[in-house]
Structure formats: C-alpha cells, structure tokens
C-alpha cells in the first residue's frame, strides 16, 4: 500500500516538473483531513428487507496538481482513505474552484469536484470491492505564504450515488452502498 502511495506521489512530481515548464500558474499539493462517509447496508430475503444506515469517520491524504487560470483553478487528485473497521477506498477525481480574489493574503473559493472512488473491505468475502462515482461541492480558503508557497483549508462534500456492491448470500440479496461523504482538510501548495 505505501508504495502505491510513494509511486503515484513520484508520477505526480514528475508531471508537476514537465508542467512547469508550459508556464507559470501551475500548482502541486497535499492535503490532509478527516472524512465522514455515510454508508447504508440492505439485505431482502423472502420478501423481508432490512437495512442500516451508519456513518464512518476516518482520515486521509491527498496529492493534487493543477492550474490556476485567471479567477479560478482546474485540478486532479487522488486521494488514500485510511483504513477503518477494516475498509479503505481511493478517489481519483477532478475539481474547479472560482477564487474570490481581493487585496488580502487570504482568498476564499468555491467549487466543484467529480471523482471516481474504489473501496476494498478486507473482513468481507463478497461486498469487498464497492466502486463508483461522486459529485458535489466545496468551500475554503487559500492564505498565501510566499510568492510559491500557500497554506489551503477547506470542506468538501460528495453525493455519492452509485458507489455500491452486491451479491447473493445464501439465497438473500445483500447490498452494500455509500451516500453521502464530508472531507474537512488542511492542505499546502506549491506553485511553479
């Protein structure tokens, strides 16, 4: 596991250097937060159906490289869900943020972000890979440090709406399925 994590972080600084040279304005990141993800869990056998709904609060990292463009930057990320009752995830995902800017070392933005998030649940013979797709929206503040270097917080929330996996145990129907996920995080960047 960490050396997927050392690996995507080397391609990641290896495309940050090749885009700096294509001009200024680019960027690369880090983040690291804390993340509540509601998940439900349903089971029907025989006309019965009985399900629960919990939520899981863990804690990840991010590495992010992207481009600022005039009053907003476009990014992609991956993100590392660190592992909780026996369940991780990775997001691969893309974001925009409108930069609010004024006079200040500190300019708030808004945004959106999509991504692509594939779970792995180790105590679970069959529900152990839900994967799927996110959307939603996002709010922060960037406090600019140097010239190249930014301090980042921020809050993000996902709709997650089809990030699932089934089977049938037994003769019932089971499922497994996320709905909604809330990061709060600090981040740093780097611009080039």
């Known amino acids: 596991m960490k050396k997927s994590i050392v690996v995507a972080s080397l391609v990641m600084m290896g495309s940050a250097l090749m885009a700096a040279d294509m001009g200024n304005g680019w960027f690369m990141g880090t983040e690291f937060g ?5 998940m439900k869990a349903t089971a029907s056998s025989g006309g019965t159906t009985a399900s629960i709904t919990d939520t899981m609060n863990t804690t990840y990292e991010s590495l992010k490289i992207g481009k ?14 660190n592992k909780k009752d ?25 945004g ?3 991504s ?7 105590d679970m013979p069959v529900l152990d890979k839900p994967e799927g797709f996110a959307a939603g929206i996002e ?11 930014e301090l980042e917080a921020g809050i993000r929330y996902m709709n997650i709406s089809n990030v699932k996996d089934s089977a049938t145990i037994s003769g019932a129907s089971v499922k497994m399925e996320g709905k909604t996920a809330t990061q709060y995080y600090l981040g740093i960047n780097y611009k080039f």
Do not use: H
Request: no cysteine; aromatic share 18%; charged share 15%.
């Open 34 to 38: 804390g993340m509540d993800i509601k």
């Open 68 to 81: 600022y463009i005039d009053n907003s930057r476009l990014y992609t990320a991956i993100n590392y869900q």
């Open 86 to 110: 026996d369940f991780s995830s990775w997001t691969w995902g893309l974001g925009y943020d409108y930069l609010m800017k004024n006079s200040s070392s500190i300019t708030p933005f808004i």
């Open 112 to 114: 959106a972000n999509a």
């Open 116 to 122: 692509y998030i594939k779970g792995k649940v180790d």
């Open 139 to 149: 709010a922060g503040f960037i406090y600019t440090l140097s010239s190249n270097t």
